[in-house]
């Protein structure tokens, strides 16, 4: 279950929108990895 997190609380709503499309992530670096790039931050993985 993932739980409603506040748009202010920036990193986690970006955490929580990535685990709705990141497919069977495996660590929290695996979250933020686009296309083979690892980001930063979860927002910058988003965008």
């Not at 685990?19 to 988003?46: D, M, W």
């Amino acid at each position: 279950r993932v739980y409603v997190v506040h748009p202010k609380n920036s990193e986690c709503f970006y955490l929580r929108i990535l685990l709705h499309v990141v497919k069977g992530p495996t660590s929290f670096e695996n979250v933020r990895t686009v296309q083979g790039i690892t980001h930063n931050t979860y927002q910058a993985a988003c965008k």
